[in-house]
């Protein structure tokens, strides 16, 4: 069993920056890739960026491509996003994810574990 617990968000202008943070409580969390999801008023959950466990791949979603990192500290077990160059578009709640699944993953239905979200506001 897995918990995580999001961090970091918050109200930012456009262009500023954040980073937000999971953190996972349970045993071999540095063995799951943690994926960046985020879930904008009235649309889906949608696929922001993830980090694999086994050689540390990364990759993002177009939209934020070149704006974005992923990261992780597998001594603190925690991943971390840093959002630069923020967007009014960015606003949203950001989840973090991990699956034991080997391989790039982008689908919410391949994650089983979810933390419970922290809301990112980004104003024009």
């Known amino acids: 069993q897995v918990q995580l617990v999001e961090s970091g968000g918050g109200l930012v202008q456009a262009g500023g920056s954040l980073r937000l943070s999971c953190a996972g409580t349970g045993r071999s969390f540095s063995r799951y890739s943690t994926g960046w999801f985020r879930r904008a008023p009235g649309k889906e959950r949608e696929f922001v960026a993830s980090i694999s466990w086994s050689d540390g791949g990364q990759y993002y979603a177009d939209s934020v491509k070149g704006r974005f990192a992923i990261s992780r500290d597998n001594a603190k077990n925690t991943v971390y996003l840093q959002l630069n160059s923020l967007k009014p578009e960015d606003t949203a709640v950001y989840y973090c994810?991990?699956?034991?699944?080997?391989?790039?993953?982008?689908?919410?239905?391949?994650?089983?574990?979810w933390g419970r979200g922290t809301q990112v506001t980004v104003s024009s």
């Open positions: 994810a991990v699956t034991a699944v080997y391989g790039f993953r982008s689908s919410v239905n391949d994650y089983p574990y």
